[in-house]
């Protein structure tokens, strides 16, 4: 029997082999900068280094950041002055005067405390004068509490958010105020620290809120070398990171969604300030835009695969998606996903990519061949989503492959998803055929992640699509003995006559599980499973009847509406 630790080790190394030698080399130096722990050691050397004074230029006031346009409260300006925040679904009363190390609080949320994007709902706040005082008061507060360069207040990636929000609110609620030399001395500093803390060794979204951070500081505080240095690593970082088909490499869609904004928000700030634009970024962006346009369901929100959450009508109106996919079937071949559409009743996205780029698993799921189902324009089979980033449990089950609509292989994940945050070996997919033969839409993709295993066995799955039924065909080929279970997901309030058929002994069954939609909002729904133990090849498949989807209790339809029927 291998250890815990010994198995922990192995994951560790199947893990690190994937990391770019660069990688390595950076998250040794972060870390180099963090000793001793209780003071940063870049932050102490910073800290030595007098910050520039003389006036800010500023951003430009034709310039309107995208989350100026939203100004969503959390929850609004007054709960905010009497100590009350909400992120992540989780309202919490931090007294006063105020706890901003937000005891027994996770800590994303205790990011989105000090990212200040809280700040943009003071800025619109009919009341300015009010708002000026009330903000100069956790302004004060804050700086009091968040000794600079330590804890989770200076996260490079939380320091970026709020430079941008601090900079973007600056004329609403800084400017002439009281705090208004405190504020840019602020802002120097977060200038200063990001220049040394900029995330190579993670990458991907990381990486791109940092040069966000680092070109809106430069431009408010008229740094040029700061703009033309950050300007010069994003046009290396859209190359990697957008890809051809207009995805972002991370394949998770709201992150798509936050990098696509975060591009948008570089694209209009540059223009404004009359700064030379940043090469590629342009066609990016219109290819992130096409992108979303063709994944979109028709509930008019993202589908969830890898860590994701709903994004919101608001901001995905604000980055003008493209328009919907209008082929029988559209591939997105280096993202990895494909789009099914039968008419327009049935819209249907699989995962038939790559988990993840090799060297940032962060936010990937074990979910290779996993698929949304939307029927009448609701969605019907359902991803499991993410409702937390804490480590635990729930973390380690919503990245698992029994929570997505796909094959688990003798209980193990196809894509070695461990630890908060980690991934060892992948399953990347590959797409085999969709075709269109006018009466149903065919689609077939494999992966090989469970080869690891004995008799190495080989997932292959078929999509077949018709107005009035979806049959999904599961091909398990290889060699030995090997338990196969398959797992369909179905929402909240949804019910459907599903069919299973395979070998004599397939035991099928139904039970309620929870799937997530964001940070802290489980919702109740329903697990179709069918299991079979014994010597491979075999072949499961399972028949949704669409005719008889109907909202539970909806109408008298639902009698005839059998949620479960077995068949072998």
């Known amino acids: 029997m291998i250890s815990e630790g010994c198995h922990r080790a192995a994951l560790l190394v199947r893990t690190t082999r994937n990391l770019r030698p660069s990688q390595v080399l950076h998250r040794v130096r972060l870390r180099a900068q963090r000793f001793p722990p209780s003071r940063p050691l870049a932050s102490s050397v910073i800290g030595l280094v007098p910050a520039r004074s003389g006036p800010v230029a500023g951003w430009p006031a034709a310039f309107t950041p995208l989350d100026l346009q939203l100004s969503e409260g959390f929850p609004s300006a007054e709960d905010n002055v009497a100590g009350r925040f909400a992120f992540l679904g989780d309202l919490r009363a931090l007294g006063l005067p105020l706890r901003w190390d937000a005891p027994g609080a996770s800590r994303l949320w205790r990011y989105h405390l000090h990212y200040m994007e809280w700040a943009w709902s003071f800025a619109s706040h009919p009341d300015r004068d009010w708002a000026r005082d009330a903000f100069a008061g956790l302004w004060r507060s804050w700086e009091r509490s968040a000794p600079f360069g330590r804890g989770d207040a200076w996260s490079p990636y939380v ?145 969830l695969f890898n860590d994701a959450t709903l994004v919101g009508a608001a901001r995905l109106g604000l980055l003008e998606p493209g328009p919907a996919a209008a082929a029988p079937v559209t591939a997105l071949p280096a993202s990895g996903y494909v789009v099914v559409r039968v008419g327009d009743r049935v819209r249907l996205v699989a995962d038939v990519g790559d988990p993840c780029p090799p060297d940032l698993p962060a936010h990937a799921h074990a979910d290779t061949l996993s698929f949304e189902l939307a029927v009448d324009g609701e969605r019907l089979v359902v991803d499991g989503g993410t409702s937390t980033y804490e480590p635990g449990r729930q973390r380690a089950y919503e990245r698992s492959t029994a929570a997505h609509n796909t094959v688990t292989i003798d209980g193990v994940d196809s894509t070695e998803v461990w630890g908060t945050f980690r991934a060892a070996r992948l399953a990347p997919a590959t797409l085999e055929r969709g075709d269109d033969d006018g009466d149903a839409v065919t689609v077939v993709a494999s992966h090989d992640g469970y080869r690891r295993l004995p008799g190495r066995p080989v997932h292959r799955r078929t999509w077949t699509v018709r107005p009035d039924r979806v049959e999904i065909v599961d091909d398990i080929l290889g060699q030995g003995a090997h338990r196969i279970e398959s797992n369909l997901h179905l929402a909240d309030g949804r019910k459907a006559k599903v069919t299973w058929s395979g070998p004599p002994d397939l035991r099928v069954s139904e039970g309620p599980a929870r799937y997530a939609t964001g940070f802290g909002n489980l919702l109740d729904g329903r697990r179709f499973s069918a299991a079979w133990q014994g010597q491979l090849p075999v072949t499961l498949s399972a028949e949704l009847h669409l005719d008889g989807v109907v909202l539970q209790g909806s109408s008298s339809e639902t009698e005839d509406v059998s949620t479960l029927k077995g068949t072998t």
């Not at 809106?216 to 994003?234: K, M, P, Q, S, Y």
């Open 159 to 303: 320091a970026s958010l709020r430079a941008w929000a601090l900079c973007g609110t600056y004329p609403s609620l800084v400017a002439g105020s009281e705090v208004r030399a405190d504020v840019e001395a602020g802002l120097r500093r977060h200038a200063r620290f990001l220049r040394w803390h900029v995330e190579h060794d993670v990458g991907g979204n990381h990486l791109v809120k940092n040069l966000k951070g680092l070109l809106g500081l430069g431009v408010f505080l008229g740094e040029d070398r700061l703009v033309r240095t950050a300007t010069l690593e994003l046009v290396r970082q859209i190359a990697v990171q957008v890809l051809p088909d207009g995805g972002h490499y991370e394949r998770s869609p709201s992150y798509h969604c936050q990098v696509l904004g975060d591009l948008m928000d570089i694209a209009g700030l540059l223009a404004a300030a009359g700064r030379p634009a940043v090469p590629g970024l342009a066609g990016a962006v219109n290819r992130m835009r096409a992108w979303l346009g063709v994944m979109l369901l028709p509930d008019g929100d993202v589908p």
